[in-house]
Nanobody, 120 residues
Framework: HVQLVESGGASVETGGSLRLSCAAS????????MAWFRQAPGKEREGVAR????????YYDDSVKGRFTISQDKAKSAVYLQMNNLQPEDTAMYYC??????????????WGQGTQVTVS
């Protein structure tokens, strides 16, 4: 069983920065990617960024390219999301996910509980 615990969410002003962290624990044999998703009130959950844990290849949604950076620390089984130049439309609950890589996408197998980001 894999457990994912996010942290780092907060309320920030427009143009500010945040760094989200996700710590993974448990047996991870069936996952080779990690990703960040977000869900705003009244909207569907959407993928934001993903990383293939073996190669380190990263992919981003167009809405965050150039502003967000996903990274990993394999020794700590952790993944991070550096978010710069935050905008009100980035306001959402952010979820960490671990899963299986398919093409250029990460299919979630496990989810964290989420961390709230509010930009105003």
């Amino acid at each position: 069983h894999v457990q994912l615990v996010e942290s780092g969410g907060a309320s920030v002003e427009t143009g500010g920065s945040l760094r989200l962290s996700c710590a993974a624990s448990g047996y991870t044999y069936n996952r080779n990617c990690m990703a960040w998703f977000r869900q705003a009130p009244g909207k569907e959950r959407e993928g934001v960024a993903r990383i293939a844990t073996g190669s380190g290849n990263t992919y981003y949604d167009d809405s965050v390219k150039g502003r967000f950076t996903i990274s990993q620390d394999k020794a700590k089984s952790a993944v991070y999301l550096q978010m710069n130049n935050l905008q009100p439309e980035d306001t959402a609950m952010y979820y960490c996910a671990a899963g299986l890589w398919a093409g250029s996408t990460c299919i979630p197998t496990y989810w964290g509980q989420g961390t709230q980001v509010t930009v105003s």
